[in-house]
């Protein structure tokens, strides 16, 4: 039995951060629990953190967000507020260390970029229509290549199931940047997947895997959910165990997903554990109740008869 959970919205499992780390350096996806440090961001307020471009928080009112524990490894950080330009550097995490990185953020003046923000924030809060509009602001502003403004246009019409118009902004983009976007290539995968071409999305992941140095939790979970349609269950879970290690606990859902795959494949242990995890992560969600419904009836079919 593979339980069907509604309000479960898959597309938060590839569209949620919607950026996709794309190059190295990166860290180990090996765990290493002895060796794990702790980053401290310090930023203004409300000012959103992401590590090798996965979103691990926002700031709290004293500027102030502690991650911990963080594998070792190189990371790209960035920091993102509204109405501030973006803050970018590079930190060598090593073992058991614990690392301060202080955000400049001065006031952003390019309107354009402005406007992309606003869009950002609108798609984030799933206002696309707005979103749309907001885009395309940005891109009259421009006037000229913008790659990203387009990237995230995209987005938002492919959760409007604008499809066609999805996929022209995403070509674009590519073209913009020389078919060199690992981002432009997630969304494309993620367009022809909704459309149910499921072949042609996995080698458009399997590109963007590539070109990202094998470290993209986003690509890693859309082409586990293309291979998953396509019926390679097991090469599905793989690549969803390696974007649920690369995105650090940070999107519950994925486990959700990946105890569907484990009950589906009829690992039916392994799809409790998942599931749990999933309640740890999440136990107010919509769906836990119906979740906790699930691991209750499969415990039941574990047990032994009598």
Known sequence: MRPVIMGVALSLAVCRSGIAYQGEPKPS???????????????????????NDVRRGTTDAQGRLVLSPVEPGRYRVRARK???????????????????????????????????QRADDLRERKAHEAAVAEYTKALAARRGPFPQARIGL???????????????????????????????????????????????????YRRALRQAGNFSPEAHTGLALALDEMGEHAEAIHHLRIAIRQNADTEPVLYYLLGNMLQTD?????????????????????????????????RKELKPDG
């Not at 090996?30 to 590590?51: D, E, H, M, N």
């Open 29 to 51: 996806d090996r765990r290493s629990p002895s060796a794990k440090a702790t980053v401290t961001i310090q930023a203004l307020p409300g000012t959103t953190v992401y590590l």
């Open 82 to 116: 509204l109405g501030r330009r973006d803050f970018h550097t590079s930190v060598l995490v090593r073992s058991g260390s614990s690392l301060r990185v202080r955000a400049v953020q001065p006031i952003l003046t390019d309107k354009a970029e402005l406007a992309r």
């Open 154 to 204: 995209a987005r938002s019409l492919l959760a409007l199931e604008r499809y066609e118009e999805a996929a022209a902004q995403v070509r674009r983009a590519l073209r913009e940047t020389k078919g060199q976007s690992v981002e432009a290539r997630i969304v494309l995968g993620n367009i022809l997947r909704a459309e149910g071409l499921y072949e042609d999305a996995v080698a458009e």
């Open 266 to 298: 009829g690992k039916t242990a392994e799809a409790i554990a998942a599931y749990e995890k999933f309640l740890e992560l999440a136990p107010r969600s919509e769906t836990a109740p119906a979740i906790r419904s699930v691991v209750e009836q499969l």
